[in-house]
């Protein structure tokens, strides 16, 4: 439980305590156990079960598919978190979710570790493209995007991880009213916001093209990865990683 909270905070852990305890009093126990705990973190920490959220057979597939190609380019990209469960039951406002959980405390982040979370977080919607066709990708990715948006933004504008942008930062005038905004310039030039917006589609389309290049090398891990998702609704990381052994790095990706 340690190793899974990693970066919580004492309120967390006191959210996480007080949901156990209530786990165990409507199962008629008087202590708490492991599997209380366990259901508790992830309550506090994705969500509830919304079992009561019926989707079709078509959406179940393409559910799972959504969430075994995250699992798939997390498990193969060395830098990854470890894939602590994958699941097609909808929780909060997800319709399935892929948890990674860190093995321990990080304060520095490398540019390789940006780089293969934004690969994972494409690992969806390039499931989608591959398995259905480019045309019937569907709204399920888009929470996805937002993020990996916003990430590579960050690296460009905040820590200094573009290309030609390499070694430098740019702030966007943050808080006051709108027509302070409106009347006064960013502290960098037009063109250089368009240097900025260039490196961070760059730095997506590479992300999206080694998703692809996992998923299109492994399709076949996907499928069964996907099959036991449809069979079983929830695979926990032991079985995430029995199914996807023997699964292959494709050189494009090495780093």
Known sequence: MAAKTVGSSGADLANIANEAAIIAAKNNRKEIIN???TQAFEKV???PERKSKVMNEQERKLSAYHEAGHAVVGHILPNCDPVHKV????RGRTGGVTWFIPPEDKNYKSLIEFKEELATLFGGRIAEELVFGRERITTGAGHDLRIATDL???M???VGMGKKLRDKAFHDLDG???FDKMTQSRPYSEKTAEEIDAEVSDILDEASQCAKDILKLNRKKLDELTEKLLAKETLDGDEVKKILKGTKLPSSAKK
């Open 35 to 37: 599997e209380d705990l």
């Open 45 to 47: 920490a994705i969500g």
């Open 87 to 90: 699941t097609i039951i909808p």
């Open 152 to 154: 590579a933004r960050t």
């Open 156 to 158: 460009v504008m905040e």
């Open 176 to 178: 006051g009213l709108m």
